[in-house]
DNA sequence: TTAGCTTCCGACCGATCGGTTGCTATATTC
DNA sequence: GAATATAGCAACCGATCGGTCGGAAGCTAA
């Protein structure tokens, strides 16, 4: 069913063309990815390219779909089996924070949904719809997490499980632009330190 | 020395521009920020918009102390009588998160320095340098009060400085999320609550 | 073997991008 | 009042934007 490619080949392409996607937009945002320079990249036409996608909102969709795969397959896969409550949760956030210093092949601009939210917060469409229901799902897993610690006697009774999550999302924002904009080789360690202050200390 | 205007006229002219660009900029970035729509908002044309600075990052670069200018009115001027340590520490926090909430007339976008630091936080140029600057310098005045009230007994002598600043510039950042993407009512709350872990319960 | 389906390309579209040029109109300086 | 300086405009530049269209190339099913 094809030209050059065959069916099973064009799925490839797509998935080339999104992985791409991926590293440009995590640079310069969903907004800032071209099809054009997307082309270029990839030795294709525009229309080789957009052929695949429709719009250019579809292949943001898409690339923020990729982008979520890529991120659950390096920060909520690899935790799945921890026990749930406090070791899961304290799994989560060392692979998130690994994500932010580590993850430059997949994600070389820096945190691909920080980029995504701050782009789209001050907008309406789908994209943003998007972005807010990844952030959304992935603070209600942390949250149970955090309920969980507390059922066990983990983490203090009084703690709020929403507070919680809030002050662990501001703490990966920090280290994001910590490492990003200031190049700043403690970033983790600070990161790491406001970890334990928020959840005690570690392997306590 | 001017056509229509004077050469008074003409400054207010570029403040104009700059006001109406830190508006724009707050909500699509300033990259997003076009000499074209800024001269159509403005009723001008496009040369008379950049007749005023020549390039598009000179105006990037007036935007942004524009917007530093204001950011400062708003939270530093009104601590600055306040006494050093923890009371200013306190005022500008404070007034650093009614920034986020209440000034949506300069600001409508949201935060204007979390944007543009995820915005070039991935590239090179003197806009980015620009932002690394303010930000820079604005983590030193922090730090600075923090290390005041340590010294004074307002805050725990283990406390590390830099640290707490860390993790405000982390709160602050999650609150504009809550704001902007999520539109969240008790997003204020939340980042009170985190400010009391922070800096110990308001009002003590 | 052939007909149909699909991937991808080359060429093109109107709109917009940042930026340049020549000019007009006015304020200021002499 | 003449000369000068300049704010702003209209028109235009090449480049690039997202997107369309027709056809070439090749796989697959009949």
Request: hydrophobic share 45%.
């Amino acid at each position: 069913m094809s030209p050059r490619n065959s069916a099973a080949e064009a799925r490839r392409t797509r998935e080339r063309i999104v992985e791409r996607g991926i590293a440009l937009a995590s640079s310069d945002g969903l907004e800032g990815l071209t099809i054009g320079r997307l082309a270029a990249d990839l030795g294709m036409s525009k229309a080789g390219v957009l052929g695949h996608f429709g719009t250019k909102e579809t292949l943001q969709l898409a690339t923020l779909d990729g982008a979520a795969a890529a991120f659950s397959r390096l920060v909520w896969e690899p935790a799945a089996d921890r026990e749930p409550g406090l070791p899961r949760l304290r799994a989560v956030c060392d692979a998130w924070i690994a994500y932010l210093d580590t993850a430059r092949d997949v994600f070389p601009g820096g945190c691909f949904f920080t980029t995504a939210s701050v782009e789209f917060d001050a907008r309406g469409g789908p994209v943003r719809e998007s972005v807010a229901r990844m952030y959304r799902a992935w603070r209600r897993r942390l949250a149970a997490e955090v309920r969980t610690a507390v059922a066990a006697g983990d983490l203090p009774a009084g703690s709020d499980p929403e507070q919680t999550v809030f002050e662990l999302i501001g703490l990966f924002m920090a280290l994001n632009q910590e490492i990003q904009l200031f190049a700043a080789p403690d970033a983790v360690d600070r990161a790491r330190r406001a970890l334990d202050r928020l959840l005690g200390p570690h392997r306590a």
